[in-house]
């Protein structure tokens, strides 16, 4: 079973992989200097994974995508009710994240 992490984790894989096909692409066909088709390239990035990181939220289960928001905390972190996964440690929604 795959979970959420995984499944953005390969997502943001692949569009890394296309936008450095891409570039090579640009850069091969066309006779652009290389700096700004590399620069432009880190930027959508960038962007992209900016992007998709700021999806997982704090009250995200990591198995399954739901809410564990409101959910008690255990020893062992909070318990999805959905999937069972337990997500984070003890008080895991209440200590802000560090970026």
Not at 51 to 56: D, E, I, Q, R, V
Not at 63 to 79: D, H, R, V
Not at 80 to 96: H, K, Q, R, S, V
Request: proline share 5%; aromatic share 4%; hydrophobic share 50%.
């Amino acid at each position: 079973m795959k979970t959420v992490l995984h499944r953005v984790r390969l997502r943001v894989f692949a569009v890394l992989l296309a936008i450095g096909l891409a570039a090579l692409g640009v850069l091969g066909w066309t006779t652009l200097p290389a700096l700004p088709v590399v620069g432009v390239a880190v930027v959508a990035a960038v962007a992209v994974v900016n992007t998709m990181a700021s999806k997982l939220a704090v009250g995200v289960c990591a198995g399954c995508g739901g809410s564990i928001e409101g959910q008690p905390s255990g020893t062992y972190g909070i318990t999805c009710e959905t999937c069972g996964t337990i997500n984070g440690g003890p008080n895991a929604l209440d200590t802000p994240r560090k970026a």
